[in-house]
């Protein structure tokens, strides 16, 4: 069966390090995958796209990589901040490819 | 751009009433999705549109529950009747038309409580 796997527990950071977040699918061939984020009590905010035949995307402190090998997708948040901290979700285009399915998410606390 | 809008923000109710909630997507996009979210289930896609048209309703758990779209501007959630386990935070999303334009912007959402 399809599944999307990220981290459940919560990931702790120091501010001004890096954060690591992982999203594992199977029996998947996405199109191309997103990342959101969501803080508590609000809507998810996108953040990036990425197709399968990009290995690496970059927005500000934002860097996706995408391993259709691997079937992995890593979201790294570089100089991390307090603000940074949030419920992260990853998410993969269905047989539709407009419609979406979401990882459970990973919640990233960055300490001050 | 005023963003998603969805209405209730709560909504509280009794078991076996009629629940609907709206929301009114961004001006200029062709696409609305409707999801609900619990902390068990996580983030489900229930329903989508395009061009006011129900493409996919696969997600939409039992015939309890409805969705129209009237108009571009507009759509609507219905459970009649409701149950406790509906209970949850209901998002709409909407997205534009055209080659990449994949990312979907969500409203606030409404957070429902069946009791």
């Known amino acids: 069966s399809q599944k999307i796997e990220q981290n459940s527990e919560a990931l702790n950071i120091q501010e001004g390090k890096t954060a690591t977040l992982t999203c594992n699918y199977t029996n998947y061939s996405p199109a191309y995958l997103q990342w959101y984020r969501q803080d508590p009590g609000r809507g998810p905010v996108f953040l990036l796209l990425?197709?399968?035949?990009?290995k690496e995307k970059r927005k500000e402190r934002l860097k996706v990589t995408f391993d259709t090998t691997l079937k992995q997708s890593l979201f790294h948040i570089t100089a991390s901040q307090p603000a940074d901290s949030a419920t992260y979700l990853c998410?993969?285009?269905?047989?539709?490819?407009?419609?979406?399915?979401f990882g459970s998410g990973t919640r990233l606390q960055v300490q001050p | 751009d005023a963003g998603v809008i969805q209405s209730p923000r709560h909504e509280v109710t009794e078991m076996g009433q009629e629940v609907t909630l709206r929301c009114k997507p961004i001006s200029g996009h062709d696409y609305l999705f409707w999801y609900r979210q619990t902390m068990m289930r996580g983030l489900e896609l229930l329903i989508y549109f395009n061009n006011n048209v129900p493409i996919d309703d696969s997600g939409m758990p039992e015939d309890r529950f409805s969705a129209k779209m009237p108009n571009a501007s507009f759509s609507t959630l219905k459970i009649q009747p409701s149950e406790p386990r509906d209970s949850a935070v209901y998002f709409c999303?909407?997205?534009?038309?055209?080659?990449?334009?994949?990312?979907?912007?969500f409203g606030p959402g409404t957070r429902l409580t069946v009791t």
């Open positions: 999303a909407s997205s534009r038309r055209g080659q990449g334009a994949y990312e979907q912007y």
């Open positions: 990425i197709r399968e035949n990009e």
């Open positions: 998410a993969l285009d269905g047989t539709g490819r407009r419609a979406l399915t």
